[in-house]
């Protein structure tokens, strides 16, 4: 697993530590541990998504860099299939 893949995970599972910390204590807005918490989950967790998107850019590098093209060809059409559904299910 590489660093950029290792470090998307940490954000990730840092971002909903915060929330637990949230649900777990039951703050809402006026509460200092919301005010603090919140935006921080937050940030984690979107900072989680455009390091796992580089992570799964430089793994596809590195197939394609080793000549494995049937992998990267199979990791690039299941992203194009998974966005085209996604796609298909917002509208």
Request: glycine share 6%; aromatic share 16%; charged share 10%.
């Amino acid at each position: 697993m590489g660093k950029l893949r290792k470090a998307s995970i940490f954000c990730a599972l840092a971002g909903f530590l915060c929330l637990g910390v949230i649900f777990i204590t039951g703050a809402s807005y006026p509460h200092i541990v919301f005010r603090i918490f919140r935006p921080l989950a937050l940030l984690f967790i979107f900072l989680s998504l455009p390091l796992f998107a580089l992570s799964w850019i430089m793994s596809l590098y590195h197939e394609l860099k080793t000549r494995n093209y049937s992998v990267a060809a199979v990791s690039i059409i299941s992203a194009v299939v998974g966005i085209i559904f996604t796609l298909f299910r917002l509208f």
